[in-house]
């Protein structure tokens, strides 16, 4: 039985890039080069890469970069793109609970829940940052987005959502303060035309569980901040009022 991220990510991939949350990639790319001192000889490794905007920006800025994605369709539209602007990624179908990278890559990147925070259980959600970590060389740098668990305790996320997602529609939700997961119902239309109805499941992070869970796995330094779409920034303070966080770990 298909999840409804990949139910969500089939033959979604024209949509997805015509999405306002996908619109700030350029900026968010030169917060990474700024973070690697841009440098080139870093290798990048883009987990959640869907249609690769992202590693291909990276690319086309001369970085070495391999981008992995659970969904074939997000990928096949990821290397059209990239044959187009005349750059090569390495692209590759790949589970991110299930990554088999060690010690390859001096930045891992996960921007726009590509894969963390999308999973079921908590212990998969773990399984994708244990990858990341062991995919990271000594001294490698993660950079990545996630849902702040903040914002729910003083916004309605449903309205947020009906605000910003385009032609996506939440038509139901809940938000269990137990667990900082998000229950939703939303209805989607493919490249195709066709509607679809998705019951969605998503988890929230406090800022103190995300800096936990990287220590957990020897992360040494653990920088928090708000996370403004295509303007990261590291005087943003996270607060309340972000739907997502930066997270900067360093090993």
């Known amino acids: 039985m298909k999840q409804w991220y990949e139910d969500l990510f089939t033959n979604y991939a024209e949509t997805y890039d015509k999405e306002s949350f996908t619109q700030g990639t350029i900026g968010e790319v030169d917060f990474i080069e700024h973070e690697i001192n841009f440098d080139k000889t870093k ?24 981008g992995v994605d659970l969904s074939e369709s997000q990928l096949k539209r990821a290397r059209e793109k990239a044959e187009k602007a005349g750059v090569k990624v390495n692209f590759l179908q790949k589970d991110a609970r299930e990554l088999d990278f060690d010690n390859e890559f001096d930045i891992v ?40 668990a903040l914002f729910p305790l003083y916004h309605s996320v449903k309205d947020f959502l009906n605000a910003n997602s385009g032609e996506t529609t939440t038509d139901e939700l809940t938000f269990n303060l137990m667990t900082f997961r998000e229950y939703s119902t939303i209805t989607i239309e493919d490249d195709s035309g066709n509607k679809k109805v998705l019951n969605c499941n998503e988890r929230y992070y406090a800022p103190s569980e995300i800096t936990w869970l990287l220590k957990s796995l020897s992360f040494k330094k653990i920088d928090i901040h708000g996370c403004k779409l295509g303007q990261f920034n590291r005087d943003d303070k996270l607060t309340t009022d972000d739907f997502e966080m930066l997270v900067i770990a360093e090993k």
């Open 109 to 148: 990147i996960m921007i726009c829940e590509g894969a963390f925070p999308l999973m079921e259980t908590d212990e998969m959600n773990f399984y994708i940052l244990q990858c990341a970590a062991n995919a990271l060389k000594e001294n490698g740098k993660l950079i990545f987005t996630t849902l702040n």
């Open 43 to 66: 290798r990048i490794l883009d987990i959640g890469c869907g249609t690769g905007r992202h590693a291909i920006e990276l690319a086309k800025r001369g970085y070495q970069v391999v």
